[in-house]
């Protein structure tokens, strides 16, 4: 029984250690990528910014009107290196605990609003349609949240939408008032996700791994910081789709009034 009892505790703080190193390691691996995208950021803030100014050829002409469509073509994938970066780098803050939430009053149908503005472009040019269907309750809620977390929420998942729903296709973009918050949703005709995927979806770096989707993966951070941030405001999100038929992504934000401290979800 002595034997038994050691080897047990012998066990457990093997188990322990080794809890340990991962915790460690995971910690490392946040700081690593937390500094490497604040090093990315600040070249590639200068190629966007010139790229800009060529774009908008605020020197003179260009010339050749192909050049305008390069400076246009650097200008918009350097926007989604950007997006990716910032993607990433509030991905290790929350998993580091280092993520801290700026509260101030929000009125939902414009915080909507300016999200859409955001997306109009690049839906247009997919050629999707997108609407609002605001329910009385909620179109003057105002809820106590990080203005930049809830535009990042709401920007991953209308990219998503976009992303995955065929031209001609209506991306729907809502918010009802629930018993103790807001619940904003976004549904879209895509291809949908068979059903035993949808569980990993809101874990970093998971993506659907259907062979037609591929050409259209990203890293998979997307949901996965939806759900964070969402549960950093002490909310949750939900994914209901359909093969064939689209999907539609909910998330629930608490109206809290007063701020609150909420632990990065780990």
Same mark, same amino acid.
């Given at each position: ?32 990528? !937390? ?5 990315? %950021?600040? &070249?590639? #803030? ?7 100014? @060529? +774009? /908008? ?38 998993? !580091? ?5 700026? %509260?101030? &009053?929000? #009125? ?7 999200? @859409? +503005? /955001? ?47 065929? &031209? ?99």
């Amino acid at each position: 029984i002595t034997r038994d009892t050691s080897e047990r505790k012998k066990h457990e703080i093997e188990m322990m250690e080794a809890r340990e190193r991962a915790e460690a390691a995971s910690r490392t691996k946040s700081r690593f990528l !937390a500094n490497m995208s604040h090093e990315l %950021r600040t &070249p590639l #803030n200068a190629i966007i910014g010139f790229s800009e100014m @060529l +774009k /908008l050829e605020m020197f003179g002409k260009l010339g050749h009107a192909r050049y305008v469509e390069y400076a246009q073509l650097i200008n918009e994938s350097g926007g989604l290196l950007l997006d990716l970066i910032s993607d990433i780098l509030d991905m290790s803050k929350i998993e !580091a605990g280092k993520y801290e939430l700026h %509260r101030e &009053p929000i #009125n939902v149908s414009e915080a909507i609003g300016s999200a @859409l +503005k /955001l997306m109009y472009g690049r839906a247009e040019e997919s050629g999707l349609a997108l609407t609002t269907a605001i329910c009385t309750g909620a179109a003057s809620t105002v809820i106590f949240a990080d203005e930049r977390a809830l535009k990042q929420i709401l920007l991953n998942l209308l990219s998503n939408a976009v992303k995955f729903t065929q &031209p001609g296709g209506r991306i729907i973009v809502g918010a009802d008032a629930t018993g103790s918050g807001i619940r904003f949703r976004v549904t879209d005709p895509g291809r949908g996700i068979p059903k035993e995927q949808i569980p990993r979806l809101a874990q970093p770096f998971e993506q659907v791994s259907t062979a037609a989707e591929l050409a259209k993966q990203g890293t998979g951070l997307g949901l996965a910081l939806v759900r964070s941030l969402a549960e950093l405001h002490g909310g949750s999100i939900r994914i209901e789709s359909e093969v064939g038929r689209g999907t539609t992504v909910t998330v629930d934000i608490p109206t809290n009034e007063t701020p609150a401290l909420f632990q990065a979800v780990k």
